[in-house]
Nanobody, 123 residues
Framework: QGQLEQSGGGLVQPGGSLRLFCDARTIFSINAMGWYRQAPGKQRELVALITRSGDTRYADSVKGRATISRDNDKKTVTLQMSGLKPEDTAVYYC??????????????????WGQGTQVTVSS
């Protein structure tokens, strides 16, 4: 219940590509899904987000280099990045937002997180 399983990442050379995958099948109902990252000494930041209807949003730093996609039936989300730079080095986290309801009234979103995966961009 409420587990997100991530895979992918690792050591990548500058200019290389990566693919991160997240399985959120244990989450009953999901609205937005996304990828965040946290570099040493920095706050966690949004990398990319995708709504249930497929609308996407990207951090300025990855626009044109990242593509987020999801499979609503399988409850999975994938992040593909190319043209990787050393500043992309961080721990990447998968996120899924579950809507909450109280007696039929929308009560906001509950965030679920993956375990994190290290991405290191270095030669």
């Amino acid at each position: 219940q409420g587990q997100l399983e991530q895979s992918g990442g690792g050591l990548v050379q500058p200019g290389g590509s990566l693919r991160l995958f997240c399985d959120a099948r244990t989450i009953f109902s999901i609205n937005a899904m996304g990828w965040y990252r946290q570099a040493p000494g920095k706050q966690r930041e949004l990398v990319a987000l995708i709504t249930r209807s497929g609308d996407t949003r990207y951090a300025d730093s990855v626009k044109g280099r990242a593509t987020i996609s999801r499979d609503n039936d399988k409850k999975t989300v994938t992040l593909q990045m190319s043209g990787l730079k050393p500043e992309d080095t961080a721990v990447y986290y998968c996120n899924a937002q579950q809507p909450t309801w109280y007696n039929g009234v929308y009560g906001g979103e509950t965030d679920y997180w993956g375990q994190g995966t290290q991405v290191t961009v270095s030669s």
